[in-house]
Nanobody
Framework: VQLQASGGGLVQAGGSLRLSCAAS????????MGWYRQAPGKRRGLVAT???????NYADSVKDRFTISRDNAKKTIFLQMNSLKPDDTAVYYC??????????????WGQGTQVTVSS
């Protein structure tokens, strides 16, 4: 199972970015997917998650600014980030809870994509 994230970059404060993450490989079913981020010197933390039914959960720091969405057919999630702040600067990691055809279910991580917000 591979998670391929894209869409990071450099943006000025107040700007927007859209991240994408696609799951591929030998997959029977994909359950919760989400985004996490890690800033230099800090622990990796939750940004937003979405179930395969579309229920969402957000970190308080991004509520009303970020929107997570999902295309189940394409096994892809998106993170629309608006009103970006310098504090949003981090490496963003995609996560997916996946069941493979051998009936093993576990979490997988993408390689991370850098988001840098300049002041």
């Amino acid at each position: 199972v591979q998670l391929q994230a894209s869409g990071g970059g450099l943006v000025q404060a107040g700007g927007s970015l859209r991240l994408s993450c696609a799951a591929s490989g030998s997959i029977f079913s994909v359950y919760d997917m989400g985004w996490y981020r890690q800033a230099p010197g800090k622990r990796r933390g939750l940004v937003a998650t979405i179930t395969n039914g579309g229920a969402t959960n957000y970190a308080d720091s991004v509520k009303d600014r970020f929107t997570i969405s999902r295309d189940n057919a394409k096994k892809t999630i998106f993170l629309q980030m608006n009103s970006l702040k310098p504090d949003d600067t981090a490496v963003y990691y995609c996560n997916a809870n996946v069941r493979t055809p051998d009936w093993v279910r576990k979490d997988y991580w993408g390689q991370g994509t850098q988001v840098t917000v300049s002041s």
